[in-house]
Each structure stands twice: as structure tokens, then as C-alpha cells.
Nanobody, 120 residues
Framework: SVRLVESGGGSVQTGGSLRLSCAADGYTNTIGWFRQASGQEREGVAAIRLAGGDAWYADSARGRFTIARDSGKNVAYLHMRNLKPEDTAIYYC????????????????WGQGTQVTVSS
């Protein structure tokens, strides 16, 4: 397993943008971003393979969020734009060798989470 450190959360108004970062302290096959809103289950948002850069998105993220990586540094980014109040959640990054890229139970390491709050 690897240790993950997230950064970049915060509070924005509807339509605003944020960039989240996730740094792994060692090699990992894939980094995924997940979020959990209060009272709801954790859901996959986006994932990227560090070698090659293949990316996957949840329907809720496609077109507004972009996942990118710096494979040389084992870092992944989640660029979020046109944010909506329903995007408010704690965002977690995770690392692993998943087969199902947005399935939380296929990831083996998790970051501590970073809060994203979008106000209307």
C-alpha cells in the first residue's frame, strides 16, 4: 500500500472551480477520486491509470471534471469546474490496481479526505 496526501479542497460558489491534488509516496497503478456527501454512500468520481493516462468518469463528473496525472511524481489531480451545490462532499483519493475503476472496494489505500463545499 501507499500513503496518500490530498490537498486543494475549499469553499466556492456555484459555477466556481477547484483543483484537488493527490500525492502518493510510492508507485501505484491507478489513482481514483471518490466523494461522500453527508448521509450518502461513497461514490466514484473519476480514476486514472498513472501509466498511459487512461481515465474514467462517473456520469456526474463527465464534462465538468478532468482527472490528470504526473506519473513521474505519482500525483493525480482532479480539476473541477462549473461546480454545483450537489458536488458538496468530502473528496477522497485512493490508490490500487482496480479492475472496476470506480469501485471503492477495489482500492487498497485511501487518503484522509478533503472537504469541498459549493454554495448557491
Amino acid at each position: 500500500s501507499v500513503r496518500l496526501v490530498e490537498s486543494g479542497g475549499g469553499s466556492v460558489q456555484t459555477g466556481g472551480s477547484l483543483r484537488l491534488s493527490c500525492a502518493a509516496d510510492g508507485y501505484t497503478n491507478t489513482i481514483g477520486w471518490f466523494r461522500q456527501a453527508s448521509g450518502q454512500e461513497r461514490e466514484g468520481v473519476a480514476a486514472i491509470r498513472l501509466a498511459g493516462g487512461d481515465a474514467w468518469y462517473a456520469d456526474s463528473a463527465r464534462g465538468r471534471f478532468t482527472i490528470a496525472r504526473d506519473s513521474g511524481k505519482n500525483v493525480a489531480y482532479l480539476h473541477m469546474r462549473n461546480l454545483k451545490p450537489e458536488d458538496t462532499a468530502i473528496y477522497y483519493c485512493a490508490a490500487g490496481p482496480p479492475n472496476r475503476m470506480l469501485a471503492a472496494n477495489e482500492y487498497t489505500s485511501w487518503g484522509q479526505g478533503t472537504q469541498v463545499t459549493v454554495s448557491s
